[in-house]
């Protein structure tokens, strides 16, 4: 199960033990995704031997490329040879027998040009006969070359071909483009191959072994770019495995650097680590993905969010996915969905190594996350199905890409979504489902409910400032719990029982009219944080905040709606002025934490995703007042 995939060329792998608090971006609301289906498309053609590296689409064709040697028709029982490139109908999978082009070596990037041609880099010397090292331009019906395109590289691989407007990016392992130095990246114009003077970003120095770009990824808006490969500087400046390139006006290195891809990983036949690289359709973030075993602060074998207009040095993630020391080979945000393949067997695993640690969510090989917290939403393919005396789980998943009509994949195996399907996948986009977003109440007024005994709560009517007069509400379901809090039309609140594995579990209930429902998520499921430790709770934009009692912090951990999946890591957001080891039940409400104290007192204190205040904080109620808020469970609805 170990992979190692990439030894041959000499690059990496990693994954890391040190988990600082990650940044906070600005507006960081949840989102609606759209998720393709999970069950693959059973028309598309299979391909042998190799693997599929890239796809493009133009018109109703779709192109693949790779290092196969023969592709076969969907249900088929013979192989046609086709080394390289070869193209099939996107409706009926049907194979593009016209489209016959003779490359002699592996293609690894495809782009379609503005007018519709195919533009293709990779590993080859000739093409069709004439020589053509590492890119060309085909013609998409017959294969055959444009002859009066003049991209040309001189040498070394083309590793990533991307087209925004008529810009045509291209990433790799050459020096020289069109006649001209260009060190690992360079701009042509993409209707005509000419080379744009005006980009002269040079990346250079390996961190060991040979330099190269190996992920490219332009935002939408075509204002930066983001290189990700073996180089340490850019143009001179600074900076290892990742560059953000400013592309407006003269293009030039941006004022952005981490630290988190310097340090080595634990394997030293692996260089570089970080892999892959996209944006969102928005362009607001793009996401990098590595592979490696663990290092010192760094984001090894994880998948991590940036935000594009960040700027600075030593900048950190938005949030961060560890495997466990497995690695991720690609990635594709597309439809508020960051979508991601590689070797690993696991997700939000940064308590295991090369096991399942504390919080692990079994993801083979696929996965998709949530934009907002890097949890994974319930998508789960699976690399698996390969028939017998087929390759069952190859090392890397090498392109993940979201076409017309769905996700396409390319890898090195045979089997996906627990069926065949040689060396590529299509997840379509029918069949597929919408996540809504879903938050806290969002009411400025509604109801505090106090737990006061087994199936007992007080409910109080609260404008945000200020408190009804308090009525009995009976909660038949509501037993041996402790800290809650509603999300959307649910209540997530913690169940003391014996005969769970940790003593206690998060249950979900509905919550209508302000009745809570039997949990139906149970005792088995979120029990291994023990959630009875903690002493009050809310959630807000992805994150479960608590308290526990005795301890002056305000914890978090993310938490995913979809699946309820609730993150692996724990963090503390940075707080003043309050001791938070006294609180009993948190709720948010319109701006303000509101909050139970050990006297039975309520308070509230405005919330800050940054740090909290507590010199801000002030008395609603003394505990004097009839009601006692010294109670873990605590939540607020609007009815």
């Known amino acids: 199960m170990r992979r190692r995939w990439f030894a041959a060329l000499a690059v990496p792998v990693l994954a890391v033990g040190l988990l600082a608090a990650p940044a906070r971006a600005a507006d960081l609301t949840p989102v609606t995704s759209t998720l393709t289906s999970a069950n693959p498309a059973d028309n598309i053609p299979h391909a042998q031997d190799g693997d599929t590296k890239a796809f493009a689409e133009i018109g109703n064709t779709v192109y693949v490329g790779g290092s196969f040697t023969s592709v076969k028709a969907a249900g088929g029982t013979s192989w046609t040879s086709r080394n390289y490139l070869f193209a099939y109908d996107r409706a009926s999978g049907v194979l593009k027998a016209d489209f016959t082009p003779t490359l002699d070596g592996a293609v690894h990037a495809l782009a379609a040009s503005p007018d519709g041609k195919l533009i293709v880099g990779g590993a080859f010397k000739n093409v069709n006969g004439v020589s053509r090292k590492n890119l060309v331009q085909l013609d998409p019906a017959t294969g055959a070359t444009i002859t009066g395109w003049v991209g040309r590289s001189d040498g070394g691989l083309v590793r990533r071909t991307v087209v925004v407007g008529n810009k045509l990016y291209i990433a790799g392992a050459f020096h020289w483009v069109n006649g001209t130095e260009h060190s690992l990246l360079a701009r042509l114009d993409a209707?005509?191959?000419?080379?744009?003077?005006?980009?002269?970003?040079?990346?250079?120095?390996?961190?060991?072994?040979?330099?190269?770009?190996?992920g490219l990824a332009v935002a939408p808006d075509g204002k930066t770019l983001v290189a990700v490969g073996n180089f340490t500087e850019v143009n001179g400046e600074p900076r290892n495995q990742v560059v953000v390139v400013d592309l407006n006006g003269t293009p030039a290195v941006a004022n952005w650097s981490t630290q988190r891809y310097v340090a080595p990983c634990y394997s030293g036949s692996f260089p570089f680590y970080a892999r892959d690289v996209d944006f969102s359709d928005d362009g607001t973030y793009f996401v990098i993905i590595a592979d490696g075993g663990r290092g010192d602060g760094a984001y090894c074998d994880a998948i991590a969010r940036f935000e594009t207009a960040d700027r600075g040095t030593a900048l950190d993630a938005t949030w961060v996915n560890y495997t466990g020391t497995d690695s991720v080979t690609s990635v594709e945000v597309a439809d508020n969905v960051v979508y991601v393949g590689g070797h690993f067997r696991w997700l939000s695993n940064a308590n295991g190594n090369d096991s399942a640690g504390?919080?692990?969510?079994?993801?083979?090989?696929?996965?998709?996350?949530?934009?907002?917290?890097?949890?994974?939403?319930?998508?789960?393919?699976?690399r698996s199905g390969a028939p017998a005396g087929t390759t069952t789980w190859g090392p890397i998943m090498w392109e993940l890409w979201r076409g017309s009509n769905g996700l396409l994949a390319g890898f090195d195996s045979d089997g996906v979504g627990n069926e065949y399907h040689g060396r590529m996948g299509l997840f379509p986009l029918a069949g597929g489902r919408t996540v809504a977003a879903t938050n806290a109440p969002t009411a400025s007024s509604g109801y505090l409910y106090v737990g006061t005994g087994n199936g007992q709560t007080t409910k109080v009517p609260f404008n945000g400032s200020t408190l009804g007069t308090p009525a009995s509400s009976a909660q038949a379901n509501l037993t041996s719990a402790g800290a809650s809090f509603s999300v959307g039309n649910k209540l997530y609140w913690s169940k003391t029982d014996a005969a769970a594995p940790g003593g206690s579990y998060l249950g979900v209930s509905m919550l209508t009219g302000g009745s809570v429902g039997a949990p139906w998520v149970g005792s088995g499921y979120n029990d291994w944080f023990n959630p009875a430790t903690m002493a009050g709770a809310f959630f807000l934009d992805g994150r479960m905040y608590y308290t526990k009692a005795g301890t002056n912090k305000l914890f978090y951990r993310y938490l995913e709606p979809d699946g309820y999946i609730v993150g692996c890591s724990e963090f503390t957001l940075p707080s003043v002025g309050l001791n938070w080891g006294n609180v009993r039940g948190l709720a948010w409400v319109n701006g303000k934490i509101v909050y139970g104290n050990t006297d039975g007192s309520l308070r509230a204190v405005p919330f800050d995703e940054v740090a909290v205040d507590g010199a801000a904080s002030v008395e609603i109620a003394p505990a004097s007042a009839g009601v006692d808020w010294s109670s873990k469970t605590l939540f607020f609805a609007t009815s």
């Open 191 to 214: 209707t005509t191959g000419a080379i744009d003077p005006s980009f002269q970003i040079d990346a250079s120095v390996a961190r060991a072994s040979s330099e190269l770009v190996w």
């Open 358 to 382: 504390s919080g692990a969510i079994n993801r083979f090989g696929l996965g998709a996350l949530d934009p907002i917290n890097g949890l994974p939403l319930v998508w789960n393919p699976t």
